[in-house]
Structures are given as structure tokens and as C-alpha cells.
């Protein structure tokens, strides 16, 4: 049965649960309409080894890491790597990054918040300027 999910993130570290993901993603959506979240190197090897197999084009974002430490790239320069990784990938398109504040939901008081929130914005403007 295809389901009709809209996007996925693949942001495993671990390489077994990447290939799982990646091979259902394949299976299970519908082209172009979708895009996968890459924060690794290995995330973007796979997901050209998985599309070219497939003869498929796949849509990615950069899941950057704007200070909730869990997964993404870090911004600016390995951001910019990441990209260049992607931009080799025959198979891939770069379409944007992803920038999940998560982590500003739980500062206490609204003006500390707000700064973590801006804090974050900052960080994701600054690597979009430096992809663009």
C-alpha cells in the first residue's frame, strides 16, 4: 500500500536504521512532492546509492542543528560541506535547510525565549546566506 507522506527526516546516526529508512521512504512515497531531511554525510551517500538505484530524483533539506543538540549539522562552514556533498549527488536536490528551535520552547521566561528563538533565526539566516 503507498502512503502519501508529504516529507521525511532521515537523521539517523546509526547506518543500519538510515539504510531502513531510506529504503522505505523509497517504496512508500510519491515523487517529487516530498523531501528528506539530511544532516551526515552517510545520509546523503545512501540516499544517492538508494535513488540511483531507483532512478529516482529526491528533494533534500539540511537539517541544521541551531542548538537543540540532538541532530543536524552544525551552521555555517560544515553546513556549507554538507551542501557541497549533496550539490555531487546526481541524484539529489538541495532545496533548503531545516532549522528546528525545539530546545527555545523550554527556556524559561518570555524574554529569555525569545533571545534563544532569535538566537536560532540568527544562525539559520547566517548559513542560508552562506549556501546562497
Not at 532512478?55 to 549539522?73: K, S
Not at 552544525?74 to 528551535?101: F, M, T, V, W
Request: hydrophobic share 45%; with cysteine; aromatic share 4%.
Amino acid at each position: 500500500m503507498k502512503h502519501h507522506l508529504h516529507s521525511v527526516i532521515v537523521s539517523y546516526n546509526r547506518l543500519d536504521l538510515t539504510r531502513q529508512a531510506i529504503s522505505s521512504y523509497l517504496e512508500t512515497v510519491s515523487l517529487p512532492f516530498t523531501m528528506v531531511v539530511v544532516d551526515n554525510a552517510i545520509n546523503v551517500e545512501e540516499l544517492q546509492r538508494a535513488a540511483a538505484a531507483s532512478g529516482v530524483r529526491v528533494r533534500a533539506l539540511i537539517d541544521l542543528d541551531v542548538g537543540q543538540n540532538r541532530t543536524g549539522v552544525q551552521p555555517g562552514e560544515p553546513a556549507l560541506r554538507l551542501a557541497d556533498s549533496i550539490h555531487r549527488a546526481g541524484n539529489l536536490e538541495l532545496k533548503g535547510i531545516c532549522a528546528y528551535a525545539g530546545h527555545s520552547a523550554h527556556v524559561a521566561g518570555f524574554e529569555n525565549r525569545a533571545a534563544s528563538s532569535r538566537r536560532a533565526l540568527a544562525q539559520a539566516v547566517a548559513t542560508r546566506d552562506l549556501l546562497s
